[in-house]
């Protein structure tokens, strides 16, 4: 049975003891903020803070929701030592049989409705990040909730938000992501104000959905029925005509006019740099705010890999691509998008089936939406485990030739947050992109010219691997 709510995975991540509950008082202006970011980089237990500086005990917060592929399982309802191939199947399988929302009259998010001149967006306690952020940032793990006013194609996407007053927000729309499309293209064109809601503390699996690629007029609430294998029960906003999963903590509702622009940002990033920089941008003019009794603020200390999104990015960017590559009948056996890496690289695994084959592999990853992002692509051959890395780095080492092997090509596509691109590279999203050949060529005699991998599996007999592994504990191993 699929989870009802964020707090529903509270409980289940403490009984895995992926919860460390903070009792003692912790300021939400930078001491929050540091104490996530290292919960991420030491691979911690996620920090719920029960007792927040300046806020009363009713209003708490919590971070590293899917920081680990381990929290990832659980909130899908997997086995919590699930491998990164499975956990790829499961995101394709839900992906491909979408199940529709519900729509329900109430929901518990709907517990406390603010309107009006009571609205106050500093009654929730927004953390100051980072040092150097522009701002306290509201929503960090969430989904902003738009609508196409002429297919009412709904989307759900995971941008953030800082605060500007009681009553507005400033944030990042970037015209390829499909917020920036929906409010550039379909409503500041026609001269229109844009509804919004943003939904803070909303199940897992919906809020993975929101900052996973998907195409154009694919509605993320579907897919996460999919993976969640039940509908999600949506509920409609007060203010406009747009619809919010019931269970979530926060809601904000409003609008953002055309042509406002405020300063926002800087904001330390993925990436692990703060590369996008202080800019003005559009504004969100609150006019609702409806909450659960003890609403839980649902947050991310985005930085140095791996946090909430290189967790969920990694497993459903790969998906996508290795998906692509199966639909053009590739031969590809294996895919791995390091959280590490922060989505810049991707790992291919393929069978040798003619020439050159890593030309045209990387070439069909950069062609998707989802390859997009990594600019640096290893392709090795199907006898490495893509997931193995130690093996991809030996391949890498000992069979992509040091110029031959190195593919660059110099005008590509690029992220807008790509920590080594020039600010003009930035702004236009064009880099360069480089593929790593770490596959033998086809021409060389196997027998001569391919030297035989000297490890357990390939250079011993059966029968000595088999009697070696008979008698392994008997050595006083306990350790496979």
Not at 159 to 174: A, D
Not at 231 to 250: F, G, Q, S
Not at 262 to 275: K, L, Q
Not at 390 to 402: G, I, W
Request: hydrophobic fraction near 35%; proline fraction near 8%; glycine fraction near 6%.
């Amino acid at each position: 049975m699929a989870l009802k709510d964020h707090r529903e995975f509270i409980k289940l991540l403490e009984k895995h003891g992926e919860v460390q509950r903070i009792k003692q008082e912790v300021d939400w202006n930078l001491e929050a903020g540091a104490i996530l970011r290292r919960t991420y980089e030491r691979s911690l237990p996620a920090p719920y803070f029960l007792k927040i500086k300046g806020y009363p005990a009713d209003k708490t917060a919590f971070g590293g929701t899917t920081a680990s592929h381990r929290r990832v399982a659980l909130a899908w309802g997997l086995p919590a030592d699930s491998t990164y191939q499975q956990l790829e199947e499961h995101y394709l399988q839900g992906r491909d049989h979408p199940i529709k929302p519900i729509l329900v009259k109430d929901g518990p998010c709907k517990d406390v409705i603010i309107t009006g001149n009571k609205v106050n967006l500093f009654d929730f306690p927004a953390p100051m990040l980072h040092e150097g952020d522009g701002g306290r940032y509201l929503s960090t793990w969430h989904a902003v909730i738009t609508k196409d006013p002429d297919t009412n194609w709904t989307n759900w996407g995971m941008y953030r938000s800082m605060i500007h007053t009681k009553t507005t927000l400033g944030g990042l729309f970037e015209p390829h992501q499909h917020i920036g499309y929906h409010y550039y293209q379909k409503y500041e064109s026609r001269n229109k104000p844009m509804p919004f809601a943003i939904a803070i503390g909303i199940e897992p699996t919906c809020a993975m959905a929101a900052c996973t690629f998907m195409p154009y007029f694919v509605a993320e609430a579907d897919v996460a029925g999919g993976l969640r294998k039940e509908p999600v029960e949506l509920v409609k906003c007060e203010t406009n005509d747009l619809l919010v999963p019931a269970t979530t903590e926060i809601v904000l509702e409003g609008e953002v006019p055309p042509y406002e622009r405020v300063y926002e940002g800087p904001f330390g990033e993925y990436t692990g740099y703060r590369a996008s920089p202080r800019d003005k941008r559009p504004v969100y003019h609150v006019k609702a705010i409806t909450h659960r009794k003890n609403p839980i603020l649902t947050m991310s200390c985005m930085g140095t890999p791996i946090d909430d999104c290189d967790g969920v990015m990694s497993i459903t960017s790969g998906a996508e691509i290795l998906a692509e590559l199966r639909s053009k009948g590739q031969p590809v056996t294996g895919v791995n998008m390091p959280p590490e890496c922060a989505e810049l690289l991707l790992i291919v695994a393929v069978k040798t089936t003619e020439p050159n084959i890593a030309f045209r592999i990387a070439s069909m990853v950069w062609s998707t939406q989802a390859g997009r992002t990594p600019s640096h692509v290893i392709i090795v051959q199907d006898d490495v485990d893509p997931c193995n890395l130690p093996q991809v780095m030996h391949a890498l080492a000992s069979k992509c030739h040091p110029w031959r092997g190195v593919n660059k090509q110099e005008h590509g596509v690029a992220h807008a947050l790509a920590p080594w691109s020039s600010l003009q590279e930035r702004l236009h999203r064009i880099s360069g992109k480089t593929y790593y050949d770490c596959t033998w060529p086809m021409d060389w005699d196997p027998s001569i010219a391919v030297p035989p991998r000297a490890s357990f599996d390939n250079i011993y007999s059966r029968e000595v691997q088999e009697h070696v592994l008979k008698n392994w504990k008997k050595y006083g191993f306990t350790k496979e």
